[in-house]
């Protein structure tokens, strides 16, 4: 299964395409971070980790991890 990573110097997202179920959970969370208009679509800058863990976390389909 192919992953994409996205991360800085405190954490990684891991993204798998082939598992999401698009529910849009992540976009309406942060749409700061998330944007799929946008390439790449994941940009983690200015955003604490902290907050997104907890959006990875509220991933319905696990295609959102973190390394």
Same mark, same amino acid.
Do not use: F
């Given at each position: 299964?192919?992953?994409?990573?996205?991360?800085? &110097?405190?954490?990684?997202?891991? #993204?798998?395409?082939?598992?999401?179920?698009?529910?849009?959970?992540?976009?309406?969370?942060?749409?700061?971070?998330? @944007?799929?208009?946008?390439?790449? #679509?994941?940009?983690?800058?200015?955003? &604490?980790?902290?907050?997104?863990? @907890?959006?990875?976390?509220?991933?319905? &389909?696990?295609?959102? &991890?973190?390394?």
């Amino acid at each position: 299964m192919k992953t994409k990573e996205y991360g800085n &110097s405190e954490i990684t997202i891991l #993204w798998k395409p082939e598992k999401c179920i698009h529910a849009g959970i992540c976009v309406k969370t942060l749409p700061q971070v998330y @944007d799929p208009k946008r390439k790449p #679509w994941i940009n983690i800058a200015n955003v &604490s980790t902290a907050a997104l863990r @907890d959006q990875v976390a509220q991933c319905p &389909s696990g295609a959102l &991890s973190i390394k």
